[in-house]
């Protein structure tokens, strides 16, 4: 009985390996036995077939329902994390194969990120890119927030480039760079020339911020909740440019990141460091865990290195030069 355990007739060749490891991965993935079963384009009961199969020749039980829903034990959380990557790599083989025949001189790539991210983050990397790989047909994809996460769950983008806070547990994040929280007001406001500013001052100052479902908008109640300091939001708009035309028009202050601020705001606008208050915000890749990533891919994300950015030291003073 030992030797027949040891050496199980259906594991006899790798199609057999593959096709419960496969149904596996996706019911993990997925939750649901249906569900696996319609993205595998095969039956329920086959799905069960297999899954059962696999526990038997493993001995051990590899899900449990909580609700409608499959949830993986514990061994079948260490299965998981052995099996996802070889058979996601083998599925992505082909594919992978015929962009290597190829090069690198030929295909898609689509990345995720926000308006912002776009502006003033991603423009060096993009020509970097486009001198290294000019026949590469890439596609931004200006989003933000959950829209992105979307974007990545349904592989409609490669890759994502942004700032995250909160990491879900099916993506990756890969922090690249990091900026410090900025204080911006007109340059004749009373915070841009007051010595030894306290996060207390800013509270009769309305702050023009981004909606409240956006990061910036989080991170700086967060701050001023912990530090029990009183705030007023003014009005919230979308974008930094916006942001900023609004601060210097006079209709309010704001706190913004300083990879938005350029030499072209030093007229208009004065800024000062709230590192003392507020955490540096990181910027960096995010891809959904154990999503195979395409020469272009690969070569896109080679190129988002820290010294690649490089911001001036104009708004990294603690006063205003003015």
């Not at 590192?275 to 891809?287: D, L």
């Not at 959904?288 to 395409?294: D, E, N, P």
């Amino acid at each position: 009985m030992a030797a027949e355990r040891a050496a199980p007739t259906h594991f006899a060749y790798k199609g057999d390996r593959l096709k419960p490891l496969r149904a596996f991965c996706q019911t993990a993935r997925l939750g649901s036995v249906s569900r696996a079963a319609e993205a595998l384009f095969v039956s329920q009961p086959a799905i069960t077939l297999q899954l059962q199969a696999l526990e038997r020749d493993l001995g051990v039980r590899l899900f449990e329902r909580s609700g409608r829903r499959l949830i993986p034990t514990r061994e079948g959380e260490a299965l998981y994390e052995l099996a996802r990557p070889l058979v996601e790599s083998i599925d992505g083989l082909p594919a992978a194969f015929r962009q290597q025949l190829r090069g690198l001189d030929a295909g898609e790539l689509h990345i995720a990120a926000g308006t912002s991210t776009i502006l003033h983050l991603l423009p060096p990397i993009i020509e970097a890119f486009r001198r290294a790989q000019p026949d590469v047909h890439l596609s931004l994809h200006n989003v933000t927030g959950a829209g992105g996460l979307d974007l990545l769950r349904s592989d409609a983008a490669d890759l994502a480039v942004g700032s995250m806070l909160d990491v879900p547990a099916d993506l990756d994040y890969a922090p690249v760079y990091r900026f410090d929280p900025m204080l911006i007001t007109p340059p004749d406001h009373p915070l841009a020339r007051k010595r030894d500013l306290a996060l207390e001052d800013l509270s009769p100052y309305g702050l023009i911020l981004p909606p409240r479902r956006l990061t910036t908008y989080r991170l700086v109640d967060m701050v001023f909740h912990q530090q029990r300091v009183p705030y007023t939001v003014a009005f919230e708009v979308g974008g930094w440019e916006v942001i900023k035309q609004y601060v210097a028009m006079g209709m309010g202050i704001s706190i913004v990141t300083a990879i938005c601020l350029s030499d072209a705001d030093r007229e208009r606008l004065a800024a000062r460091s709230l590192a003392n208050w507020f955490p540096q915000r990181s910027y960096g890749v995010v891809v959904r865990k154990g999503k195979y990533l395409s020469p272009q891919a690969r070569a896109f994300v080679e190129l988002i290195k820290p010294d690649l950015f490089v911001r001036g030291d104009y708004y990294d003073s603690g006063h205003s030069e003015r």
